[in-house]
């Protein structure tokens, strides 16, 4: 799940004030529920391994900041880290 919440969204002119003041204009949020299964080749479960993440990062879109797809690839990144460790 990744939603985008604009400063358009919540006040006119928003966007034109957040310029002067070169503030982040965009919020980014989501979450990663996985959950990895280990099987053998009959199809029995070995073993599962659930974890989890989130995000939520303030940005304004521009060549130096990532995507808002990059925040959730993170979050994904991490949860899979997460249960390596384990």
Do not use: C
């Amino acid at each position: 799940m990744n939603r985008i919440v604009t400063i358009k969204d919540a006040a006119p002119y928003g966007e034109k004030i957040a310029q002067l003041l070169r503030l982040k204009t965009h919020i980014s949020s989501g979450e990663v529920h996985l959950t990895l299964l280990v099987l053998k080749s009959t199809g029995e479960v070995l073993g599962t391994y659930t974890d989890k993440s989130s995000f939520k990062e303030t940005f304004t879109p521009n060549k130096e900041d990532p995507l808002p797809g990059t925040f959730l690839n993170r979050a994904l990144s991490e949860a899979g880290h997460q249960i390596q460790v384990e």
